[in-house]
C-alpha cells in the first residue's frame, strides 16, 4: 500500500483528496494544513509520494518541498496547483520534484501518485513538451568533457530536451531502443540524476 502525506490550506480539498484515495486504496498517513509541518511529517511518517499545494499562507509548497529534498533527495513530492503557471512549472523541476498536478484534474491524481512512488516523473505531456520554452535559450557554457560525457550522449541529451521518446531517439540517430536506454543509463549515472526528466531541466537549465 503507497502511503502519502496531504498537505493543503484548503481543508474541503484535503478532505476531497483524502476521501477519493483512500476508496482507491491509500494510505493516508497524515494530513496538514500548511508548508511549515510538512519536514516534520516528512522525517516522522517516510511516506512514499508527499502530496503537497504550491500556494500556503505561511510557508508555500516550493520552499517545503525544497527543504525537504535538501535533506532527503530521495523523497517524492508532488505538488499541486489550480493554476498551470510557467514559473511555478520551471521551479518545480528545477527543485527535483517527482511532480506537477493540477487540483482539478481528479482523476489523474491516482494514476500520478502510483507513478511517483515508482520513481517517475509526472509532468505530463503538455508540460514536457514546453519544456525547452521554460528555459533560457544561449549556446552552451559547460564541457561535456567535464562530466565525462562522449558526443553520442550529448547528441542523446539534447533529444531528451527536446522531448523526444526513447522510440524517436533511436530512429533519429539509427539505433535501437536499447543501445538508446544503456546510453540514458549512463547518462543519468555520470551526471547524478535520477530520470530522463531531471536529465532535460539539467541540459536546460545549463544553456
Do not use: W
Not at 99 to 122: F, H, M, T
Amino acid at each position: 500500500m503507497i502511503k502519502l502525506i496531504l498537505i493543503d490550506d484548503d481543508l474541503l480539498v484535503v478532505s476531497a483528496l483524502k476521501m477519493i484515495l483512500e476508496n482507491q486504496g491509500f494510505e493516508i498517513a497524515a494530513c496538514a494544513d500548511d508548508g511549515s509541518r510538512a519536514l516534520a511529517l516528512y522525517e516522522e511518517h517516510h511516506p512514499d509520494v508527499l502530496l503537497m499545494d504550491i500556494r500556503m499562507k505561511d510557508k508555500d509548497g516550493l520552499t517545503a518541498a525544497r527543504e525537504i529534498l535538501e535533506i532527503h533527495p530521495d523523497a517524492r513530492i508532488l505538488l499541486l496547483t489550480t493554476f498551470s503557471d510557467d514559473e511555478y512549472i520551471i521551479k518545480a523541476l528545477k527543485l527535483g520534484a517527482a511532480g506537477y498536478l493540477l487540483k482539478q484534474d481528479y482523476q489523474n491524481i491516482a494514476p500520478a501518485i502510483r507513478a511517483a512512488a515508482l520513481g517517475q516523473s509526472v509532468f505530463g505531456t503538455e508540460i514536457m513538451n514546453r519544456l525547452p520554452q521554460f528555459m533560457k535559450q544561449t549556446p552552451d557554457p559547460f564541457d561535456p568533457a567535464l562530466y565525462g560525457l562522449s558526443e553520442r550522449e550529448m547528441d542523446v541529451i539534447r533529444l531528451i530536451a527536446d522531448g523526444l521518446s526513447n522510440k524517436e531517439i533511436a530512429g533519429r540517430l539509427f539505433l535501437s531502443e536499447g543501445t538508446v536506454r544503456n546510453y540514458l543509463t549512463s547518462i543519468l549515472d555520470k551526471l547524478e540524476l535520477r530520470d530522463r526528466t531531471q536529465v532535460a531541466v539539467f541540459y536546460l537549465g545549463k544553456r
